[in-house]
């Protein structure tokens, strides 16, 4: 069992993207974070199944080579959203 709030593993993501792996899918879902924001019932839902059911709060480190720190998850998301890197991890 992973503690809550820690990313993914390697294999989990996959999981978790594979009904995302379509770059339509995964950009439907960016399109409902844009229009309804982090706090939709639905986006919450999505990023606590990434995160093992805690959205992590406060600065998040991502993989991102000269991007490694965002404010929060929210704003790491809408980040991935809108370079359409939406397989990128923190």
Do not use: M, W
């Amino acid at each position: 069992a992973q503690q809550p709030g820690t990313p993914l593993s390697d294999q989990e993501y996959r999981q978790f993207f594979r009904s995302l792996q379509a770059t339509h899918r995964a950009s439907t879902a960016c399109h409902l974070r844009a229009l309804y924001g982090c706090q939709n019932p639905l986006v919450r839902r999505l990023d606590e199944y990434e995160n093992h059911g805690v959205i992590p709060e406060g600065p998040i480190c991502s993989e991102l080579p000269g991007t490694p720190f965002f404010p929060d998850f929210c704003a790491f998301s809408f980040y991935r959203c809108t370079r359409k890197r939406y397989f990128i991890k923190v």
